[in-house]
């Protein structure tokens, strides 16, 4: 959960407590490469590729993503690169007054859609919601091709049929159960009034 969320949701003002740490900052590349590759493995390559990550968390591993497809891929300087975008879906959510709406973030698409093949990127995956948000969402920029997930963790309680097609880790958590992620962490927490 995003920290502007957090800040937002019952209890208000509730502080995140960490009680194990589940992945590290060498599991967390060696996870963004493998699903580089996968990307790879699945659409022959780049060509027609584009990440958007959803705001606020899906949007640091999106930019990390693209760098390592690039890498895979062994992009020269004057290669276009992977494009990137960035998506905020806090409008298009069905939850509004379950979860705050905070459309604060950029959403920004680098490209035309119609045609292109989009890999959603987010940091975890729960009830689906979001995803379905971001679906609906990618509809006023366009028609892809295909649309693919990618998310750090899959923790389970599916709320909507969405599945990721790309998973860094699945941990099954309980509902009340919070997962964060960063660049250099997964930890596994719950929200406490402070």
Excluded: W
Excluded at 44 to 66: C, F, K, S, Y
Aim: charged share 30%.
């Amino acid at each position: 959960m995003a920290e502007r969320e957090r800040r937002m949701t019952r209890p208000y003002g509730g502080v995140f407590v960490a009680r194990s740490q589940v992945m590290g900052p060498e599991e967390i590349e060696r996870a963004i490469r493998r699903m580089a590759h996968e990307i790879l493995e699945r659409n022959l390559g780049l060509d027609g590729l584009t990440v958007i990550g959803l705001q606020t968390g899906g949007v640091p591993l999106a930019h990390a993503l693209a760098g390592m497809l690039a890498e895979i891929e062994e992009l020269e300087d004057g290669d276009p690169p992977v494009p990137v975008g960035t998506l905020d879906v806090a409008l298009y959510r069905d939850d509004i007054g379950i979860r705050p709406l905070l459309p604060e973030e950029v959403t920004e698409i680098p490209v035309d859609l119609d045609g292109r093949t989009v890999i959603l990127v987010d940091d975890v995956l729960f009830t689906g919601r979001t995803i379905r948000a971001a679906l609906d969402a990618m509809c006023d920029y366009g028609r892809p091709r295909a649309v693919q997930l990618a998310v750090m963790v899959d923790r389970g309680h599916r709320e909507l049929p969405i599945r990721p097609d790309y998973v860094g880790k699945n941990l099954p958590t309980r509902r009340d159960e919070l997962v964060d992620v960063s660049m250099s962490s997964v930890l596994l927490g719950e929200l406490q009034k402070p």
